[in-house]
């Protein structure tokens, strides 16, 4: 009865966003697509059933290993950094209510960046969203109109096929981005090259914080 009552307590307070099941949380640089290069802080949430077979952080897949934060906690945190940039990554942050932490942290001042493959409906305020589609779970498709930008992970030549498919669903002013799947870069970037200078309208972009050697 008491495990029950706990499972219910839980999803109580899933579903109402005002807790989050945090694997971590970090200030670093963001190293990929359009805001590459600059300082921010990441919160990444567990959870995720797209389950791509080259993520780098597969301990992020089952959300019951990392415990439920209140969301109202994790400001003192954050007035500790001078950034005002929040990236919710995950995992796949679209599985839960994300209403609460948008309302929070734009209360408190911040900009909300979401990173997602567009498995499930949005919820929450954002000011920028990066659309990383997966094979194995595609977008919903509401959510291309959302898009700021639309980023490709390209791991063999069929990919560039599949990425012209999304950027005909995603507005005229969402960016455009390749990314080689990194532990095929050495393959894939002079393609990725060829078709970018052919193809001007795509972007290149690198996880050039692998590169950099941080978070």
């Known amino acids: 009865m008491q495990i029950k009552n706990l499972e219910k307590i839980q999803k109580e307070q899933l579903d109402s966003g005002r807790f989050l099941p945090i694997m971590e949380e970090f200030y670093t ?41 209140e969301v109202d906690g994790m400001i003192d945190k954050l007035k500790m950094i001078p950034c005002k940039d929040i990236v919710i990554t995950g995992g796949e942050p679209t599985l839960y209510n994300l209403d609460y932490l948008c309302q929070v942290l734009h209360t408190h001042g911040y900009q909300t960046f979401l990173e997602t493959s567009g498995s499930h409906s949005f919820s929450g305020r954002w000011n920028w969203i ?30 560039f096929k599949w990425a ?46 692998k590169v950099m050697n941080i978070p």
């Open 29 to 69: 640089i963001q190293g990929e697509g359009g805001k590459s290069g600059q300082a921010a802080y990441f919160i990444r949430i567990g959870g995720c059933d797209v389950g791509c077979h080259w993520c780098d952080v597969k301990e992020s897949w089952d959300a019951s290993l990392h415990p439920l934060i």
């Open 130 to 159: 990066c659309l990383s589609p997966k094979k194995t779970l595609p977008p919903r498709p509401e959510v291309y109109s959302f898009a700021h930008e639309l980023k490709i992970i390209v791991h063999i030549k069929n990919d």
């Open 164 to 209: 012209e498919k999304h950027a005909e669903k995603v507005s005229s002013n969402c960016k455009l981005y390749l990314q080689p799947e990194w532990s095929n870069k050495d393959e894939m970037m002079p393609l990725i090259i060829d078709y970018v200078m052919k193809n001007p309208k795509w972007n290149i972009s690198i996880q050039t914080h």
